[in-house]
C-alpha cells in the first residue's frame, strides 16, 4: 500500500488523523493534514482505507 494526499485541499476536519493516528497527523497552526507514513505496515491498512473513505475532500488517495 501507498498512500498519497493533496495537501493544498485538505479542509483540516481530522478524521483522517482519528481514524489513523499512525498514518496521519494535522499541522498545529492549521490542521493541515500530515502524511506520516505513506507506507504504512499491513496492520494499519484497514484504517488508513476509511480515512480515505471518510475525508469530506477526498484529499487522501490509497495505492493497492
Do not use: N, W, Y
Not at 45 to 56: D, S
Request: charged share 25%; with cysteine; hydrophobic share 45%.
Amino acid at each position: 500500500m501507498r498512500i498519497t494526499i493533496e495537501e493544498d485541499k485538505c479542509c483540516g476536519a481530522g478524521q483522517c488523523v482519528l481514524l489513523a493516528p499512525e498514518v496521519f497527523d494535522q499541522r498545529d497552526e492549521d490542521g493541515v493534514v500530515v502524511l506520516l507514513d505513506a507506507e504504512p505496515p499491513s496492520e494499519q491498512h484497514a484504517a488508513a482505507r476509511e480515512a480515505a473513505a471518510v475525508c469530506p475532500a477526498s484529499v487522501i488517495e490509497v495505492h493497492a
